[in-house]
Every structure is written in structure tokens, then in C-alpha cells.
């Protein structure tokens, strides 16, 4: 919702008046043998050892002093209303050390010692009149292990999440109060970053306007510490960010120092035909059929290589937009699979990604509502050879940002060597982060076994899935396959035992294409090898170990292609090294086609759950 000039609302936080804590939240009186409340009046101690139990008309609650530090706490378990929290008209700042005492109470912010902060959700005093209370971590965008873009005055509530589904878990963190520094201001929003932000609307609005933090972001990785309790994996194999949607934004409107009114909370809608506009936020389906007047969803891919996405995507029902690649033998297997075998009517186009980026920045003829990108990965890669290409490849991955911004898919999907989410990959990384936060996507992430998804290969990629502004996070795919063992358990009902090797290269029919024997056979057989394994990782050069298990010869293109999981009529144009590149490097068809389908019933359901609250 864009910001207006409309009469102030009753819950508003005035940035030009802002000067500090809220002042309802502070206590103006000393810690002594007395009191001074709100009201003013004077009230005794019914402790000599600093508690003070005040059973009046008002709430009861307990002071405390601690070293240089006083505070008092008002016991609950229940958030306030966010509108009166946040009401911060008339607020003064108290860091911790002042003569006059904090005052803590459910909803309100604290900065604590180590530089994190609290969203407290309740004051308690244990059996012993020990204080303490409890809250929801945030941290400042900036922290090193967020990966996020550093911006200022930014928080980000911190979660768990499940390694497998990627589900959010609830974390509560207990805390002492002696190491809070001061109480702060804690704004929930779910406006993009540009519509509302402190460095644009709030700094210099007044004195103590640094104590005002926006949060928008929830984060959860595996790297992330909560509890200080547990050694952190050496690096971010798994992790989610998303943005606050409507449900998780405070219903209050921020006075920024020019005098804008800015709703903190905004409708999801509005979110997103702010961000695709009008005619491009249709639901169902952004391409209409003129026979029929259905809609279907469109799917672009960038650095489409010889397609296994666009197969993939293609199996689903997808319709195909456009697919671009910088050129090259795999164009030509794109080109002669989708626009003459298939006849989709999509011919990939030549172009680098930086001339595509050019081309698309005038126009939005090129959103969609699914993008896929796989930019070249070989500069991530350790037994990397060629070092002379790594610029044009880094070049080509850093227009992804671009790419995200003038596509707009609703869902996005990147896939990368596992190798990105190494320790010493982390400024490539914070790039990969940075692409979809601050384009206004949520995103999560996982390095995924290809076998757990029917590809008999020990193959790892790291997966992506990103949603645009105003749509919610598609769940993560689930597994479809297991080991054996593990199916005749009973731990993974509903799944399939995984693919063997004899399983994906037998079978096939005499005269298929890209299946000639000749020059495959060896000089002197090696040694036959179990068949019923998964093979490990095609690569796009042969490898010593990549051979058919009988011993007798190494693979053929068609024996490769089948354990990338390309179907038999998928042919491959160019000389043998050519064939096996493309096959090296695509995404195996069989996971697209489970990813897509995935997530296009996400996107039908929630379509669908939206059309019918708009009835």
C-alpha cells in the first residue's frame, strides 16, 4: 500500500515526535524504600531486600536492582495488543545504568548484551523471586551468520527449522534480566524495504530515534546458535528466510519525518501488484488460452543449457516463455528437443545473461510465474581446471539479482553446486542471499541428495526455493525415494526404493539415439561392479569409475543420459565431449518434474484459497 497523507489513526508512531522509549513502558521513580508511580503517588516497599509487591488498582508488579541496574517487571504470559506497544508518541530513552528503573512487560523490545534482541513475551518470577523473562531472539540483519544484506536498524526473528521439511519450530529463549541494555521500539512490517525503512523515513526524526528497529524478515539455518548451547556446523547446508506476510505484521501506521502515513501491515494483494502490477497479479495462471479461456502457469529458465528443467517443467504442464543460454552445442539439443520434437513453440535464445538483463530492463514481457536459474557453476567447484573462465562465469551468476527483478517470477528456483554453502565460498553465498532479499523474496534452501528423488546417482545440489513479494513460501518438496532398508522399516511409507544403476541402463531399445557401442568396449576388461548401487556423480568429462557394470565397457551417451534421467527420445546434438557436458551439467529431469509438480500445487492451492476469500 502506497503511503498517503490521511488523518492520524489512535495507534501511530510519530517519527517526527520520536524521541525515545516508550514512556508507559518506563518507570520515572527511584529504587528505594519507595515509589513514585505513574500517578505520582508515593507507595512503600513490602520488602527491605529491593521486591516490591504494589497490590493497588493497577497492575502488581516487582522491582529489582542489580549492580548498576534497575528494573522492573510486570509478570504475564500474554502479548498486548501490537496497537498499543506500539504506540510510541511519547517516548524517552532509559538505557540500563539509569537512576530510573526499566519497565519490562510482555510485547515490549530489549537489546541485550551481546548486541541481539528480545521481543518479550512474558515477565516471571521463579519460586526464589528470581526474575526472568522470556522472548523471541531477533538479530541484526547485519549479523554474519543471517548471510542477509547489511541494513540499518534491521532485525531478524530467529526460528528453528526441521532439517528435512524445512517447517518452522517455535524458539522461546530464557533470559536474565540483568543483561538487558536498554528497551527499544520493535516494528513489525511486512512493507518492502523501500517503502519503508529507517535510513529513508526515521534517522534524524529526532534525538533518540536510533531505538526504533524494523523487523520483516524470520530466519532459520542450521548455522544459527539459539541457545549457546550446541557446536555450529562449519556451514549453511540448510536454512529458510522469509518475508512477514500480512498475518505477521503489527496493525499500527508509522508517521515517517516528512509526514507520510505508512501502514505497517499491508495486504498480501497489494504487496504483490506493487511489485508485478496490475495486469501481471492474475491468479490461476498468467497465460489464458483463447480457445478455451484457462489459464496456465508460464515457466521461464535461465541458463537453460539442454533443457532438463524445462522437461521437467514441461512434463508438469507448464507453459514455456522463453529460455536463454550464452550459445554453444547444448542451444542446438534445446533447440531440436522443445521446438521440433515437442513442437512447444519456445526456441531457446542465444544471448549472454547480461544482454538478456539489458533487454528485459524496458520491458515486462519477460514475467513469468515460475523462473528457474543454473548460472554457471565451475568458478564454485574445488577441482576446478580452468581458471581462465571463472570471470565470465561470476559475471554471468551476479545478474541473477538482475534477472529476479525484471522476470518477477511468483516462484523462483536456483540450483547450484553444493560447494556454494562451503566456509569458503561465503562472499559467493551472501551474493546467492542477497539476489532474492533484496528483491523482497522469501527463500530457503538445501544441499539435496538426487537419489531421494529417484536419481541413481550419489549427485548433491544445492536447491533454492524463492517466492516474490505478497506470496507465502511454497513448502519444501519432500523426498519420493529411500533405501531399501529403511522402506522395509516402516520409516518411509509412501516412498520407492531408489533407482539402481542395472535399473536405469538396462532395457534399452535396440536403434535408440546416442547408444552406439562402437570404441565404447576396453582393451583389457576391468572388473565387473555391483550393479545394484547408485552410481556416483556424472561429471561432464569421463571418469576412470564411470563404467557399465559388467565390466566390459564404459557408458554410452544414452546409458549416461538415462542415469541423468533424460528420457529416451531426448537426443543430444554435437560430438561425444559436447554430449556428455550437457548431460554433466543439467539438472536431472526426473527431480524438475518432482520439484515443479510440487510446486505448482502450492501455488494452485493458494490461488485457489485466495479466490475464494475474495468471494
Known amino acids: 500500500m502506497a503511503p498517503s497523507k490521511v488523518p492520524e489513526p489512535r495507534h501511530t508512531i510519530d517519527l517526527r515526535q520520536f524521541n ?4 508507559s513502558a518506563i518507570f520515572v521513580g527511584r529504587v528505594g524504600k519507595s515509589f513514585c508511580r505513574g500517578d505520582g503517588r508515593m507507595h512503600q516497599l513490602r520488602s527491605q531486600q529491593g521486591l516490591a509487591d504494589l497490590m493497588e488498582d493497577e497492575e502488581d508488579y516487582y522491582s529489582y536492582r542489580h549492580e548498576n541496574l534497575n528494573y522492573r517487571i510486570y509478570p504475564g504470559s500474554e502479548t498486548t495488543e501490537s496497537g498499543k506497544i506500539l504506540d510510541v508518541r511519547y517516548l524517552r530513552p532509559l538505557p540500563a545504568g539509569s537512576l530510573q528503573p526499566l519497565e519490562l512487560r510482555s510485547g515490549c523490545g530489549v537489546e541485550l548484551d551481546d548486541g541481539t534482541f528480545l521481543k518479550i513475551n512474558s515477565c516471571r518470577v521463579d519460586h526464589r523471586d528470581k526474575p ?5 531472539l531477533l538479530l541484526p540483519q547485519s549479523h554474519q551468520d543471517l548471510f542477509m544484506p547489511s541494513r540499518e536498524n534491521e532485525l531478524v526473528t530467529m526460528f528453528r527449522i526441521k532439517e528435512e521439511e524445512l517447517e ?10 540483568s543483561r538487558i541494555v536498554s528497551t527499544c521500539t520493535i516494528v513489525y512490517t511486512n512493507q518492502p524495504y523501500q517503502t519503508l525503512n529507517y535510513t529513508k523515513d526515521v534517522r534524524e526524526a529526532g534525538r533518540y530515534a536510533a531505538s526504533l528497529f524494523f523487523c520483516r524478515y524470520m530466519s532459520a539455518d542450521l548455522n544459527v546458535d539459539l541457545e549457546h548451547n550446541t557446536k555450529k556446523p562449519d556451514c549453511p547446508k540448510t536454512g529458510k528466510i522469509e518475508h512477514f506476510g500480512e498475518r505477521h505484521a503489527d496493525d499500527v501506521i508509522v508517521v515517517t519525518k516528512d509526514g507520510w502515513h505508512v501502514p505497517c501491515r499491508a495486504s498480501d494483494r497489494d504487496i504483490r501488484t506493487q511489485w508485478r502490477g496490475v495486469q501481471h497479479c492474475a491468479l490461476g495462471g498468467s497465460h489464458v488460452h483463447e480457445s478455451t479461456f484457462t489459464r496456465q502457469y508460464t515457466f521461464a529458465e535461465a541458463f537453460c543449457g539442454a533443457g532438463g528443467v524445462s522437461l521437467g517443467a514441461y512434463n508438469t504442464g507448464l507453459k514455456t516463455q522463453f529460455a536463454f543460454d550464452r550459445g554453444g552445442p547444448s542451444l542446438d539439443t534445446y533447440r531440436h528437443n522443445f521446438q521440433y520434437i515437442r513442437q512447444t513453440g519456445v526456441s531457446a535464445v542465444q544471448m549472454k545473461a547480461e544482454d538478456f538483463v539489458a533487454a528485459a530492463a524496458g520491458t515486462d514481457k519477460c514475467m513469468v510465474d515460475f523462473l528457474h536459474l543454473s548460472p554457471p557453476c565451475q568458478a564454485f567447484v574445488g577441482s576446478n581446471r580452468r581458471p581462465a573462465d571463472t570471470s565470465a562465469q561470476i559475471s554471468a551468476f551476479l545478474t ?10 511468483r516462484i523462483a528456483t536456483f540450483e547450484e553446486v ?3 554453502a562451503n566456509c569458503d565460498m561465503r562472499e559467493w553465498f551472501c551474493h546467492m542471499v542477497s539476489f532474492f532479499v533484496e528483491n523482497g523474496y522469501s527463500m530457503q534452501w538445501k544441499a539435496v541428495q538426487l537419489w531421494q528423488f529417484g536419481v541413481p546417482q550419489t549427485r548433491v545440489r544445492l536447491v533454492v526455493i524463492a517466492s516474490g ?13 529411500c533405501r531399501q532398508e529403511a522402506l522395509a522399516s516402516g520409516f518411509s511409507v509412501g516412498r520407492e526404493p531408489f533407482p539402481t544403476i542395472e535399473q536405469a541402463v538396462s532395457g534399452i531399445p535396440e536403434g535408440a539415439p546416442n547408444h552406439d557401442l562402437e570404441g565404447r568396449f576396453f582393451i583389457t576388461p576391468g572388473l565387473a561392479r555391483k550393479a545394484n548401487e547408485l552410481e556416483r556423480t556424472i561429471m561432464t568429462e569421463e571418469k576412470d ?6 565390466g566390459q565397457r564404459a557408458y554410452t551417451i544414452r546409458e549416461y543420459a538415462r542415469l541423468q534421467t533424460f528420457d529416451d527420445d531426448f537426443v543430444f546434438v554435437g560430438d561425444f565431449g559436447d554430449q556428455l557436458s550437457q548431460i554433466g551439467n543439467d539438472v536431472p529431469p ?7 509438480r510440487h510446486l505448482k500445487r502450492e501455488l494452485q492451492e493458494a490461488d485457489e484459497k485466495e479466490l475464494h476469500a475474495q468471494r
Open 469 to 481: 513479494p505478497g506470496e507465502r513460501l511454497p513448502r519444501y518438496v519432500k523426498p519420493t525415494h
Open 400 to 409: 541473477v539479482k538482475d534477472l529476479v527483478k525484471y522476470c518477477k517470477p
Open 590 to 596: 526426473k527431480f524438475a518434474e518432482t520439484l515443479y
Open 168 to 177: 518452522w519450530e517455535w524458539v522461546e529463549l530464557t533470559v536474565d534480566p
Open 20 to 23: 525515545g522509549r516508550k514512556r
Open 132 to 136: 526472568y523473562i522470556t522472548g523471541n
Open 418 to 420: 553444493e560447494t556454494l
Open 545 to 550: 569409475h564411470h563404467y557399465h557394470p559388467n
